[in-house]
């Protein structure tokens, strides 16, 4: 079966179109600056060649169609007819607290991802954009979401819960979702497999560090807690996110800069973290460069970053009451050796130790556990896409579904 993945952002729409028979991506792009007053950036890979091109492209509907042709036409064409698709499959970060899997698209599912974008306002609306849009150039084909969030449904109240009025807590819903749940459960599979174990016998950390980062702990293959929360916002210091803060602090911050709520969200996501603390960037490797020349500012950003990510690490050995296997995965945790380094530091006492050399330079998926080490230490590069894939095949199967109609979307969505 072929399954195109669609991941839609606020101005972006990255796919892959994947033989799920071999899990071969056999073409692949993304059309970046959707809406702009500039033109679009469009790249597109397949048969081994790769085409960059810019183009006016409005809004979503345009970007699919960009996708369509380019699927269909051209030197990167792959497929005769949008029949020999057999499923679109998209990722939705935030499903609430009623998706705790993938699931077919139809009215009533599109009305709760509607309904759940007063969480994810970032990110909801976009995804709707992109399901309208697939909806409008294949009709005939059934579409699946798949949620950030669905992975962590397995966390107790005890681990969900705010310490808020219990009854704001109902009528708001209110409480901590997490997100990165497909990169998670993906690169916990890979880990289990890598250690040679069945996942139900398992306490593992899954470390997705990114520009967005999260950490999670599993245990038996289940989310036993996770760093973000009501939003991606909380948790680890991040590229331009401030992680963690006082609640009392963010109020004392809107009375004296004068703020109001969309500002403090925009000050809170974008200006903050790695960014607003070194005030150079939200890139580790313009950070690192600057400490190497001695920049003081970048150096407290790096240490407060790895500082946040061993906190974590030892509260959830806490947790589960021990630990037999860790991942670090995404732009940094996959590619930082020096990042990596410096967060296994002083861990030995829970039995986390690399080895240097396997360390150093690594790139790839590897196993970095120093030899005598009681827990076992990875690097696996995680594969959303390719996990959406999976969750789509599985969730059709499962639960096989109608095409979505055109009463099934409104226009407004996208």
């Known amino acids: 079966m072929l399954v195109l993945v669609i991941n839609s952002g606020s101005s972006s729409l990255k796919f892959q179109l994947l033989n799920m028979e071999t899990e071969e991506v056999i073409s692949k792009g993304v059309v970046e600056r959707i ?13 081994g060649l790769k085409v960059k091109e810019e183009q006016e492209i409005p809004n979503h509907r345009v970007a699919v169609a960009r996708v369509v042709d380019g699927l269909l036409t051209g030197d990167l064409s792959v497929l005769n007819s949008l029949e020999e698709i057999g499923v679109v499959g998209h990722r939705v970060v935030q499903g609430g607290t009623t998706f705790d899997h993938a699931i077919c698209l139809d009215k009533d599912v599109i009305s709760k991802i509607r309904q759940y ?3 994810a306002p970032l990110h909801n609306p976009p995804a709707l954009a992109g399901i309208v849009a697939c909806q409008a150039h294949m009709p005939g084909i059934p579409q699946v979401a798949v949620f950030d969030t669905a992975f962590h449904h397995t966390m107790s109240q005890e681990h969900y819960m705010y310490a808020i009025d219990y009854e704001d807590y109902k009528k708001y819903g209110v409480r901590r979702y997490g997100a990165h749940g497909t990169s998670h459960k993906f690169v916990a599979g890979e880990l289990a497999k890598a250690m040679g174990k069945d996942i139900r016998d398992l306490k593992l950390i899954t470390c997705h560090l990114g520009n967005g980062a999260s950490i999670t702990a599993i245990e038996g293959g289940k989310v036993v807690t996770t760093s973000m929360g009501f ?19 963010v109020l004392y911050l809107m009375d004296n800069k004068n703020m109001d709520t969309v500002q403090t969200d925009d000050y809170l996501n974008k200006q903050c973290g790695l960014l607003g603390v070194s005030g150079i960037s939200n890139d580790f490797r313009d950070i690192e460069a600057a400490m190497d020349e001695g920049n003081k500012r970048a150096q407290l950003a790096y240490d407060m970053f790895v500082l946040k990510v061993r906190e974590y690490i030892g509260r959830y050995v806490a947790l589960m009451n021990g630990i037999d296997g860790i991942v670090f995965t995404a732009g940094i945790g996959e590619n930082d050796d020096r990042v990596r380094k410096s967060i296994c530091e002083n861990l030995d006492y829970l039995g986390i130790e690399i080895d240097e050399e396997k360390n ?34 599985e969730s ?11 009463d099934d979307v409104q226009e407004d969505d996208f």
């Open 117 to 119: 974008s007063s969480i």
């Open 35 to 47: 809406g702009s007053r500039q033109k679009a950036e469009i790249t597109l890979q397949a048969k």
């Open 231 to 249: 939003t991606p916002l909380e948790g680890l210091m991040m590229g331009t996110r401030s992680g963690d803060i006082d609640a009392a602090a």
């Open 396 to 406: 059709l199967i499962k639960y096989p579904c109608d095409c979505l109609s055109k």
């Open 360 to 393: 150093a330079g690594c790139r790839e998926r590897r196993e970095l556990t120093k030899d005598g080490a009681r827990v076992r230490t990875f690097v696996i590069p995680t594969n959303e896409e390719l996990a959406i894939a999976r969750e789509t095949v």
